[in-house]
């Protein structure tokens, strides 16, 4: 059974950085293809980064250059590095396992997703 597990959250002030972790258990994390979403209140969840099964990553606009998405096989754990948090980051932050990978580019809609973390809260004031 797959389960994620996030950590990280917290509140910082504007130009400071986090690192979300998600702890994967059920399947081999090294061979996945996996993803973070986030999600403000009154909006939609939207992908934040994605990685592929070879390591390829992409990120929309809004926070390339600023997040980057890894992984560490043996501990089984995907991270989140985020840096030069900005107030329109706040949101609530998940780490999500799709039902299957993409071939190339790993973007995904919330209806890729099979398995969802509980998600961890990221506060950025100005």
């Known amino acids: 059974q797959v389960q994620l597990v996030e950590s990280g959250g917290g509140s910082v002030q504007a130009g400071g950085s986090l690192r979300l972790s998600c702890a994967a258990s059920?399947?081999?994390?090294?061979?996945?293809?996996m993803a973070w979403f986030r999600q403000a209140p009154g909006k939609e969840r939207e992908q934040v980064a994605g990685i592929a099964r070879d390591g390829s990553t992409i990120y929309p606009d809004s926070v390339k250059g600023r997040f980057a998405i890894s992984r560490d096989g043996a501990k089984s754990t995907l991270y989140l590095e985020m840096n030069s948090l900005k107030p329109e980051d706040t949101a609530m932050y998940y780490c999500a396992h799709p039902w299957l990978c993409r071939v190339g580019s790993p973007a995904y809609t919330t209806a890729d997703i099979g398995t969802w973390g509980q998600g961890t809260q990221v506060t950025v004031s100005s």
């Open positions: 059920g399947f081999l994390l090294r061979d996945a293809c």
